[in-house]
């Protein structure tokens, strides 16, 4: 039997195929996997890879490298921050245009079949057991990944800081976007107030849940790891301008190195119960 995407340019799989052949990277890397500080660092738009066995998935080189199909400098920003602060950083090493690790599964944006003016060929029409598969091959191993590493940590008596980093583009749908960062929270206000507040100092436009809101269902990996953990907690947005080149990065790393070390000396845990979600 084969599983045909009624779409040109794109490989006929057979259904027993795996997604990832054996010697393709796995799912994730996990940078510092032994580090006792008290963060956790998570990138779930690092990668524009596609496996080999879905080809171009229908996009034309430029595509295949823009916003729509990774966090262009998300993911060299924090290996950047696991390597300065000897921390350690959960990288998803697949595009979230294969599973979106940052939606439920159930959300339909899981598997996007548009974004910003670009069609997704290969993503129209996706039979169950082609979504099975994309979870069960990266989606599923990369979450894994994550809790493996608060389980190690807690298992140490650490109750690290989950830090959630994404980068956003200077324009979409035709619009500029004049915010340079966003911090996006839920049930954790404090750690949220340390970046707010020292972005701002920093000179820099920062948006309070924008441009992106964290609240719930937003955000899927800080809810489905940090709150049930009952661990301290906030997503990074970083406009992509800011981090598309060396300079960039090593700028806005040595920045969050320093709020990120003051959050990681205050090492509490939060109690989600008690904290509203203010929307
Ligand atoms: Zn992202």
């Given at each position: ?23 393709e ?8 996997p032994d ?8 990138c ?77 060929p290969a993503?129209?029409n ?18 894994n ?14 109750n690290p ?32 107030k ?11 436009f ?9 609240k ?64």
């Open positions: 039997m084969i599983s045909v995407v009624p779409s040109k340019g794109l490989k006929i799989k057979k259904l027993d195929e795996t997604l990832l052949a054996p010697d990277p796995a799912p994730f890397i996990i940078l510092n580090a006792v500080v008290p963060i956790l660092l998570v779930d738009h690092a990668s524009h890879r596609f496996p080999r066995s879905l080809g171009t998935m229908g996009l034309d080189f430029l595509n295949r490298h823009s916003h729509v199909v990774h966090d262009i400098g998300a993911g060299a920003l924090v290996e950047m921050l696991a390597n300065n602060l000897g921390v350690t950083a959960v990288l998803c090493q697949y595009s979230r245009l294969i599973v979106d690790c940052n939606r439920e599964l159930a959300d339909h944006n899981a598997f996007l079949e548009y974004n910003d003016g670009v069609d997704i993503n129209h996706l039979r169950n057991n082609e979504k099975e598969k994309r979870a069960s091959e990266i989606y599923w191993p990369y979450h990944a994550i809790e493996g590493q608060i389980s190690r940590l807690k298992d140490q008596g650490i800081v989950f830090i959630s980093i994404h980068s956003f583009s200077p324009v979409i749908n035709g619009e500029a976007r004049e915010l340079e960062m966003g911090v996006l929270w839920d049930k954790d206000p404090t750690t949220a340390f970046f707010l507040s020292d972005l701002g100092e920093a000179g820099y920062v948006g309070d849940n924008k441009p992106y809101s964290g719930d269902p937003e955000d899927f990996t800080i809810d489905h790891h940090a709150e049930p953990n009952g661990l301290p907690h906030v997503g990074i947005e970083i406009r992509q301008n800011l981090i598309h080149h060396g300079d960039g990065i090593k700028r806005i790393s040595g920045i969050l190195q320093k709020i990120i070390n003051l959050v990681a000396r205050q090492n509490r845990s939060i109690d989600i119960e008690s904290q509203k979600s203010f929307k």
